[in-house]
């Protein structure tokens, strides 16, 4: 079965400052990989995914996130961080031949952008 | 765009009661889950549903259970609300895939507290 590690649960950073947040996953099949983002008092929204092809992923909001097989990473990344991106986020995996079957999300990172 | 709404924001009930939280999809989705979230413990997958008339447990369905009587709903029942059921409640939708699994749509949440 597979399984996300976000390997840091709290992460501040000063605005305009780069950011990356850490996800690693366990699996020994093919995966789809997601990053959400929940701002505070909503629901997660989809950041970016990861389905086939090109292993840099763009996603909203300027993040991107780099899918690494050999490391089974897909770590998420910004350039420049702002005060909205101030928010909870997670990472997710689905196995490609298990199908159909609910995503599975690591414990979340909190970003906290500090002015 | 996808919307997933579920019926309250927020809600307080007194332990014992019977709880019923709403859930509708307006996108056709064969997939619809719950879940609670809870500080440091991430989300936690309750109940889900391939098809109407369908549920499948998740990691935490004691004191829960579900009803899906139409495609675009699906409710979950805590049938004696405790305090340790106070938490966020999510539910999220999802096209079905012949493999692996697409995005999850998510609702803005609600709140409950149990006293």
């Known amino acids: 079965a597979q399984s996300v590690t976000q390997l840091d649960s709290q992460v501040p950073v000063f605005e305009e400052a780069p950011v990356e947040l850490r996800c690693n996953y366990s699996?020994?099949?093919?995966?789809?990989l997601f990053w959400y983002v929940q701002y505070p008092n909503q629901g997660l929204q989809l950041l970016l995914k990861?389905?086939?092809?090109?292993?840099l992923v763009k996603g909203i909001n300027g993040f991107e996130a780099e899918f690494n097989k050999s490391q089974t990473s897909f770590h998420l990344r910004k350039p420049s961080v702002h005060i909205s991106d101030t928010a909870e986020y997670f990472c997710?995996?689905?196995?490609?031949?298990?199908?159909?079957?609910?995503?599975?999300f690591g414990k979340g990172t909190r970003l906290s952008v500090i002015a | 765009d996808v919307k997933v709404t579920q019926s309250s924001r927020y809600l307080v009930k007194r332990t014992g009661e019977k709880v019923f939280l709403e859930c509708v999809q307006d996108?056709?989705?064969?997939?619809m889950f719950w879940y609670r979230q809870d500080p440091g413990l991430g989300l936690r997958l309750i109940y889900f549903?391939?098809?109407?008339?369908?549920?499948e447990k998740g990691d935490i369905p004691e004191g829960y259970s579900v009803s899906r009587e139409k495609k675009e709903r699906f409710s979950l029942i805590l049938e004696s609300a405790s305090t340790n059921q106070t938490s966020m409640y999510l539910c999220?939708?999802?096209?079905?895939?012949?493999?692996?699994?697409?995005?999850?749509?998510f609702g803005p949440g609600t709140r409950l507290t149990v006293l």
């Open positions: 997710a995996v689905s196995e490609i031949p298990t199908g159909n079957t609910p995503l599975v």
């Open positions: 549903s391939y098809d109407v008339k369908m549920k």
């Open positions: 990861y389905l086939s092809g090109s292993t």
């Open positions: 999220a939708s999802s096209p079905r895939l012949a493999e692996g699994t697409d995005t999850q749509y």
């Open positions: 699996s020994s099949v093919s995966v789809y």
């Open positions: 996108m056709d989705h064969e997939n």
